[in-house]
């Protein structure tokens, strides 16, 4: 069933009866006459039972630590700055188990793949292991949740169940002492998960449809490996209507009419959130230390605060299908330390970080 529609939303001129009102009516044939219609898009998210539809998600963060910003002034800033680079591949495949085009339809997600990569300068030398990243442990891992037409998810619990578990292995099993967790990106997996159709479903009045130009807001995640407990203040606009050129990697089927339909452009614009909501998973709980740079850096740090934080992303979702065919999210996140055991010394630290989504089958 076709359940993205577009709205046609007239306006009707009223005119009361009367001898005045029918001789304006009369003077006025033959004159040019005003449109009468503004088109809306409804965008709702659309399934079909048991057909399965894969995604590929892809995290690449690069976090630079300024250890020394007056120092780094000068000639010799190479010496204090060290880049931290690192990235999380992810492919998901969404299976509806029970559709209902009209209220909750139950999808089994199934994470197929997972790869971490992640290195330090100079150089970029990729980093010794010998502990996989906590995330890679979600390889052949299911979880079910409900979503209804607008795309607000109902129903998390699965999703939170398995973001604590994972959460438990980023932590060392051997350590006699302390807690020690490890880098992990379990909340940049999170932020792809929780987040999946967050402009549709962001949409405060969806039955009405959306007309081209119009804005609406919401908030995203900043997902890190440190202990930011951060949000974006995001800014949606439904920029343009596109036709589909089969954009989907992976495509090697006939698509259907649906698939070829036209496709929404939705942009989107970031800044700083001055709060985060407290529904949002925790990963990580209790008393704990951080190893690797960026726990040793939070540590002498004792923690950040946001400083700065802009960026901008580009959504493509496909209208008559139903479903988004890709996004792209970029932005650049500046914090400096709150306090350090040096007087005078605030380390700075930048993040610039991307996330995509692809439909690749």
Not at 37 to 64: A, N
């Amino acid at each position: 069933m076709k359940t993205a529609l577009t709205i046609t939303v007239a306006i009707v001129l009223s005119v009361s009866a009367g001898c005045r009102h029918a001789a304006q009516r009369k003077s006025s044939i033959g004159k040019e006459k005003e449109p009468l219609r503004q088109k809306k898009t409804l965008l709702t998210v659309d399934f079909q039972q048991d057909k399965t539809l894969e995604y590929r998600f892809v995290s690449d963060r690069v976090t630079i630590i300024d250890w020394d910003p007056i120092k780094s002034t000068s000639e010799s800033a190479g010496s204090t700055v060290t880049e931290y680079p690192e990235s999380m591949e992810l492919v998901v495949a969404y299976t509806p188990i029970q559709v209902d085009p009209y209220g909750l339809t139950t999808i089994k997600a199934t994470c197929k793949s997972v790869e971490v990569t992640r290195s330090i300068s100079p150089g970029r030398i990729r980093l010794r292991r010998s502990r996989k990243d906590a995330v890679e442990s979600l390889q052949g891992e299911s979880f079910i949740f409900t979503v209804g037409p607008t795309g607000k998810i109902e129903d998390y619990s699965q999703l939170e169940q398995l973001i604590q578990k994972i959460g438990k292995v980023a932590f060392r099993q051997d350590s006699r002492e302390s807690r020690i967790k490890e880098p992990d990106m379990i909340e940049d997996f999170t932020s792809f998960q929780w987040f999946l159709w967050d402009s549709v479903s962001s949409v405060e009045s969806p039955t009405k449809g959306i007309s081209l130009g119009q804005t609406w807001k919401s908030k995203l995640s900043i997902p890190t490996s440190m202990l930011l407990r951060g949000a974006r203040d995001v800014t949606y606009r439904l920029d343009e209507i596109r036709q589909s050129e089969g954009l989907s990697a992976g495509h090697l089927s006939v698509l259907s009419e649906s698939e070829k339909g036209p496709l929404a452009v939705i942009r989107s614009s970031y800044e700083d959130a001055k709060s985060v909501p407290r529904d949002w998973p925790i990963p990580h709980s209790g008393r704990f230390q951080l190893s690797g740079p960026l726990g040793f850096l939070w540590m002498f740090s004792k923690g950040f605060k946001v400083l700065s934080l802009d960026g901008q992303g580009e959504e493509l979702f496909n209208i008559d299908a139903g479903r988004i065919e890709q996004y792209n999210q970029q932005y650049q996140v500046l914090l400096e330390a709150f306090s350090t055991p040096l007087p005078g010394a605030k380390p700075k630290v930048t993040i610039k970080q991307r996330l995509t989504m692809q439909l690749i089958e």
